[in-house]
């Protein structure tokens, strides 16, 4: 009957250390979301199948988990279908509902579904687990959550000001400096494809350039030529394999090399937009870089790309990303409706702030206090204290058995706990609490307003 | 290629309002959770099968979703088991992963899996969604959040008086006064079959006794006597259909009912330190009764068993409960570790303040104040007081878009947003901000320092 305590591969159990960092960087973000005016929603863990299946392509129709149908899920199946024992045809038939793939999607879907509720421009966030049958490796979970922040409903490139606003000031206030914020606009790389004369193989060439720092130049134009981009294309667009120097100048060189595109110009006429405001409004910590190789979910993104790259002492690739989509609501028949919005990833964040040691000291502690059990009486005197400082919103604990004195310290001792409490019957005599400070080895004793008191402050 | 925007029955989306009105009583009992050191864990949304199978009974078995394995599921059938076209055997070759169905046998599992990470007693709590393909119906859904607080390694009664006690601070704190904090003890209803001769009839006797509330005296009886109870040994319990009066009250009489059983006495005594201890430490807003009646998943308990009733002006049933369990985790193989904890029924609380009106009015507030966007130079002035505000932990928006001034306050109006500045050119010239209040219509104007002061205190 006893079965092995173990979870599926690429699932996490959090301890609650675990689970107080993860809050903290969700918190965080979420504040911020919040005093930018973005409101919560969410969406059920699991989707209708057909939501999901067809949008991701082939490859994210693979790694979407299938929940069974339940009861005598057989019985619906026609005969032919089952002989044939095809596992894609079969799950179909026995599978309607899926585990949702992210949260893009399911917003979609809800924006559509909820249109005559929502008043547009509509700011919302979603901070919610998603699925992947992915083959797990260091990283990459099955289950892990998305924080996403999006704006439909409107095509001001305001909203592209704000998201790097907002990157900032979340990274200001995890206290991880030197975040980069990388730059491009789809514009951009439909402009150079155009020029070199090349537009009917943009994906080609923005997919190869996408590489640049991964296999280096060579690689990149190796790539093209295998893809039937001609070398004397390769040659016009030179300059953007050293593409260098602050965002100002590097828009001064797209001009010229753009200069016959109009797709193109329009794309710089965006991205100096947004550098024009952002002289007005300083960033705090973070550096804005114009990286015209970066292009993400190409097929997605019609307008401005982000990526957020971790800062160069911590070898970590993106923790975050997005950009803006002119017709996400279309697969739902809802046409017309820009977006535009990005996502932290919290895995790699954490990642990078526990690397770095920038978790504040306070998400170790647990309780604040906890009171020894020296028996009936004395722990009812305790239970009195406990009640009052709980009150005051200071997390206290009695001990439950009036165990040994030293497992009770090193139970206090293990879970991070500062202070223990000590009152036993001349305590109880004077109505006062023994407060002793864990670190420091220190005893005082307190009226139960002074303990109160003591530990408010501390 | 247009999907049909739906969602799986029995499945919800929440909107921002509901969001934040469901954030409103799961951070309440957090908070809670947390003063009283509980700690919190996370267990993956879904586990393997057999970690879940056979431990809710057959009907628990069928209501958990089972997750379809990935890529070609069919390939590692047996034809044998194929050719039989039977649903349940199919279901375990071609299924290895199931949604959680409650949070308790996951929680069980995590003690067993990182007992030696844990420092007993484990007080722990999870605030977690579950799982169950049941029928939806008013009221009962197939994806639903459960909020636990458990305390495993320890069999101390000090922990019963602390649930009591948080119950009660957490309904306090919800504004929702007049909760009953119904309780019982498996031993009390062991003692009353064995005083009447029908020990081997324990669940039976019980399952009916339960129904009390439901199906009234005669149906109890009725029921009783359908199960092979005798007539005799239901007149010997007959007080306990018409239990009246306080629970000092009710505890002598069931000493009397109880003299003759050793396991009865044990009962009484338990809930005697309880009502001991409470006397000295009266609840904030909640009573506290004792229902002989109240059996919960009796299989289950062993010691003191909980149930919460809402007020009795609204008709809702239980919106909480809980109990002692002496062997939770021994079915993954870790003996002997006394647990006891309880839960809160989020969907239905949330019914019952919705009922009562008690959501604090700031919940439908969304961001503070809107800057009303007149043009790329008004916003970009706008824009800088909007991040000072941010800057302040005022959340503050700008209108994305120069729309028309009636598009930009209906907006306002419909989020519920309860300032908007106007700043046009005549506001820039004088440096400061038109701020009007929508309630009244009021305008006054205000340095940014003073905005900032304004907004933050109001």
């Given at each position: 009957?006893?079965?092995?305590?173990?979870?599926?591969?690429?699932?996490?159990?959090?301890?609650?250390?675990?689970v107080?960092?993860?809050?903290?960087?969700t918190?965080?973000?979420?504040?911020?979301?919040?005093?930018?005016?973005?409101?919560?929603?969410?969406?059920p863990?699991?989707?209708?199948?057909?939501?999901?299946?067809?949008?991701?392509?082939d490859?994210?129709?693979?790694l979407?988990?299938?929940?069974?149908?339940?009861?005598?899920?057989l019985?619906?199946?026609?005969?032919?279908?089952?002989?044939?024992?095809?596992s894609?045809?079969?799950?179909?038939?026995?599978?309607?509902?899926?585990l949702?793939?992210d949260?893009?999607?399911?917003?979609?879907?809800?924006?559509?579904?909820?249109?005559?509720?929502?008043?547009?421009?509509?700011k919302?966030?979603?901070?919610?687990n998603v699925?992947?049958?992915?083959?797990?490796?260091?990283?990459?979970?099955?289950e892990?959550?998305q924080c996403?922040?999006?704006?439909?409903?409107?095509?001001?490139l305001?909203?592209?000001?704000?998201?790097?606003?907002?990157y900032?000031?979340?990274?200001?206030?995890?206290?991880?400096?030197?975040?980069?914020?990388?730059?491009?606009?789809r514009k951009?790389?439909?402009?150079?494809?155009e020029?070199i004369?090349?537009?009917?193989?943009l994906?080609?060439?923005?997919?190869?350039?996408?590489?640049?720092?991964k296999i280096?130049?060579?690689g990149?134009?190796?790539?093209?030529l295998?893809?039937?981009?001609?070398?004397?294309?390769?040659?016009n667009?030179?300059?953007?394999?050293?593409f260098?120097g602050?965002?100002?100048s590097?828009?001064?060189?797209?001009?010229?090399?753009?200069?016959?595109?109009?797709v193109g110009q329009?794309?710089?006429?965006?991205?100096?937009?947004i550098?024009?405001v952002?002289?007005?409004?300083?960033?705090?910590?973070?550096?804005?870089?114009?990286?015209v190789?970066l292009?993400?979910?190409?097929?997605?993104?019609?307008?401005?790309?982000?990526?957020?790259?971790a800062?160069?002492?911590?070898k970590m690739?993106?923790?975050?990303?997005?950009?803006?989509?002119?017709d996400?609501?279309?697969?739902?028949g809802l046409?017309?409706?820009?977006?535009?919005?990005?996502?932290?990833?919290?895995?790699?964040?954490?990642?990078?702030?526990?690397?770095?040691g920038?978790f504040?000291q306070?998400i170790?502690?647990?309780?604040?206090?906890l009171?020894?059990?020296?028996?009936?009486?004395?722990?009812?005197?305790?239970?009195?204290?406990?009640?009052?400082?709980?009150a005051?919103?200071?997390?206290?604990e009695?001990?439950p058995?009036?165990?040994k004195?030293?497992?009770?310290?090193t139970?206090?001792?293990?879970?991070?706990?500062?202070?223990?409490?000590?009152?036993?019957?001349?305590?109880m005599?004077?109505?006062?609490?023994?407060?002793?400070?864990m670190?420091?080895?220190?005893?005082e004793?307190?009226?139960?307003?002074?303990?109160i008191?003591?530990?408010?402050?501390?």
């Amino acid at each position: 009957m006893a079965s092995k305590a173990s979870i599926p591969k690429g699932t996490r159990d959090f301890s609650p250390l675990e689970v107080s960092k993860r809050h903290y960087i969700t918190s965080t973000i979420q504040k911020h979301f919040k005093d930018f005016g973005f409101q919560p929603i969410e969406t059920p863990s699991f989707e209708n199948s057909d939501t999901l299946m067809g949008k991701y392509g082939d490859e994210g129709d693979r790694l979407i988990f299938k929940i069974l149908n339940s009861g005598d899920f057989l019985k619906k199946v026609d005969s032919g279908v089952y002989d044939e024992k095809d596992s894609l045809k079969l799950s179909s038939s026995i599978s309607e509902k899926a585990l949702k793939y992210d949260l893009t999607v399911p917003f979609a879907r809800y924006v559509v579904q909820h249109q005559n509720e929502i008043d547009f421009p509509f700011k919302r966030y979603q901070v919610q687990n998603v699925y992947r049958a992915d083959r797990p490796q260091k990283g990459r979970f099955r289950e892990f959550t998305q924080c996403d922040a999006d704006v439909i409903g409107s095509d001001s490139l305001w909203q592209e000001v704000e998201f790097i606003q907002l990157y900032d000031v979340v990274f200001s206030s995890l206290k991880l400096e030197g975040v980069c914020i990388k730059m491009n606009n789809r514009k951009i790389l439909s402009g150079l494809a155009e020029v070199i004369g090349e537009s009917d193989r943009l994906i080609d060439f923005t997919v190869a350039l996408d590489k640049l720092d991964k296999i280096g130049e060579e690689g990149v134009k190796k790539e093209m030529l295998e893809k039937g981009i001609s070398q004397s294309a390769i040659e016009n667009i030179k300059p953007i394999f050293n593409f260098e120097g602050d965002f100002g100048s590097k828009i001064e060189l797209l001009k010229s090399l753009l200069s016959n595109s109009e797709v193109g110009q329009k794309g710089i006429e965006e991205l100096e937009f947004i550098q024009k405001v952002l002289q007005e409004l300083p960033l705090q910590t973070a550096t804005l870089d114009l990286d015209v190789t970066l292009a993400r979910g190409l097929n997605y993104y019609t307008g401005a790309i982000f990526e957020i790259a971790a800062p160069e002492a911590v070898k970590m690739g993106s923790i975050g990303g997005g950009g803006r989509y002119d017709d996400l609501t279309g697969i739902f028949g809802l046409k017309n409706m820009s977006g535009v919005g990005i996502s932290f990833g919290l895995d790699r964040i954490y990642l990078v702030l526990e690397e770095l040691g920038l978790f504040p000291q306070e998400i170790k502690e647990t309780t604040k206090v906890l009171f020894i059990n020296f028996g009936e009486d004395e722990a009812l005197y305790a239970l009195k204290a406990v009640s009052k400082l709980r009150a005051s919103s200071i997390s206290a604990e009695l001990y439950p058995d009036p165990a040994k004195m030293k497992k009770q310290m090193t139970y206090a001792d293990r879970r991070n706990i500062p202070y223990v409490v000590l009152a036993g019957g001349s305590e109880m005599q004077s109505e006062v609490y023994n407060l002793k400070t864990m670190k420091t080895g220190e005893q005082e004793s307190y009226s139960i307003e002074n303990l109160i008191n003591k530990l408010s402050n501390s």
